[in-house]
């Protein structure tokens, strides 16, 4: 409803200035009110060991939430398990995807995979049809996007490592005039390259060979590296070169909002402050989708505010808020 207003306003100052005789504007007609949906995974074996009453087949970490809604969006949670039709039909509302980090593996049928699987699928053929879609993909969400692109065959293609640091980035030498980083203030760059703010909690990477040897070099940029534990260089920021889709190895949503003492999550401010960028960033990009429900009725029947996080820090969970569905994609 509001987008359609802020369009028709839009559209009429362009008409009235074109009327009284200005130069037809141009500006990019933009969506103050992005809704973006950040995808559902599989339930873990410690979470339902925490909650075995309950029939909870997935879950979001509220962390994503909260990250996305801190840069001025409101979230839609994607459930696993369903058919093509559920994407395609709910990407036409929203306005882009996060495709969070976990730790579920590719292999489970109708899982976080196959519905990442649909949604970079649809995102392209949107994209290609000339529409705006993007999509960011976090840690293992970063993985899926690469592995998607190199056709999902066995064995996958990301390597193992191990890091589990507080990083600096090392930046290419043209990252600057990457999407991601062309506009980014320069004391955030200052932060993410000499302070060790980026948060990593992962057992694979992708390094430069995996782009390498399914020729995705040309399609995929690498913006900024890091070392893991034991000093692999691996791939810390990417985006395709066609179309608005973002990786990071890292995870910038933990720095505010996960707090499990025992991991050493970076909380400094200037750690905030700079890994709020790639939200803000993400968001900003989103602003660019025309989406929308049919109405605001429409909207609230999908929001994220149907569910209620739970406090599962306080049951030894690394994540300190957590959203769960069940059964299976029973929400809309
Ligand atoms: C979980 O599913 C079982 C079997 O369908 C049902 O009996 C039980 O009531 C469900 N538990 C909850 C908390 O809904
Ligand atoms: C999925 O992959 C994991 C790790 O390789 C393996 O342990 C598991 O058995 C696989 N599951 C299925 C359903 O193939
Ligand atoms: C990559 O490109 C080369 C040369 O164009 C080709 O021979 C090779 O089969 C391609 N590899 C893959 C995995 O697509
Ligand atoms: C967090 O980052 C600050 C710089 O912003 C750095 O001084 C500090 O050592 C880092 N702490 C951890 C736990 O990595």
């Known amino acids: 409803m ?22 037809v504007v141009q500006d990019v007609v933009t969506n103050d009110r992005p809704i973006i949906g950040v995808l559902a995974q599989e339930q873990s074996y410690y979470l339902h060991g925490k909650y075995p009453e309950e029939n909870y087949t997935s879950y979001i970490a509220a962390s994503y939430v909260k990250d996305v809604e801190s840069a001025g ?19 036409k509302k929203i306005n882009g995807v996060v495709l969070p980090g976990g730790a579920t593996y590719f292999n489970q049928s ?5 519905a990442g699987q649909h949604i970079y699928e649809l995102a392209m053929e949107m994209n290609d049809a000339g529409d705006y879609f993007p999509v960011f993909g976090t840690c293992l969400g970063f993985e899926l996007l690469v592995i998607l692109a190199s056709g999902r065959g ?25 999407k991601m980083f062309s506009d980014t203030p320069e004391d955030v760059i200052d932060i993410l390259k000499n302070e060790e703010v980026t948060i990593n909690a992962h057992q694979f990477c992708i390094v430069d060979e995996n782009l390498r040897a399914f020729n995705l070099t040309n399609d995929w940029r690498v913006t900024s590296y890091s070392d893991d534990d034991y000093g692999v260089e691996f791939i810390a920021t990417v985006e395709h070169t ?30 905030i402050k700079a890994n709020k960028y790639f ?15 049919k109405s605001a ?36």
């Open 2 to 23: 509001a987008i359609s207003l802020e369009l028709v306003l839009v559209l009429s100052i362009a008409c009235f200035l074109h009327c009284g005789g200005a130069a």
């Open 73 to 91: 969006a409101r979230v839609v949670p994607i459930m696993i398990g369903k058919d093509r039709g559920y994407y395609k039909d709910l990407l």
């Open 110 to 114: 109708n899982g976080y995979a196959d």
């Open 154 to 178: 066995e064995p996958e293609n990301r390597i193992r490592c191990y890091s589990y640091s507080n990083l600096p980035l090392h930046f290419t030498d043209d990252f600057r005039k990457s």
């Open 242 to 271: 066609r179309y608005p889709f973002y990786g990071v190895q890292f995870h910038p949503e933990k720095n505010a909002f996960e707090w499990k003492l025992s991991k050493g999550y970076n909380h400094s401010r200037n750690a």
């Open 279 to 293: 939200m803000d960033f993400f968001v900003n990009e989103c602003r660019r989708s025309l989406h929308a429900f």
């Open 297 to 332: 009725a429409e909207e609230n029947e999908y929001a994220i505010y149907n569910f209620e996080a739970k406090f599962t820090g306080v049951l030894g969970s690394q994540h300190h808020e957590i959203y769960f569905f069940e059964p299976r994609g029973v929400s809309n």
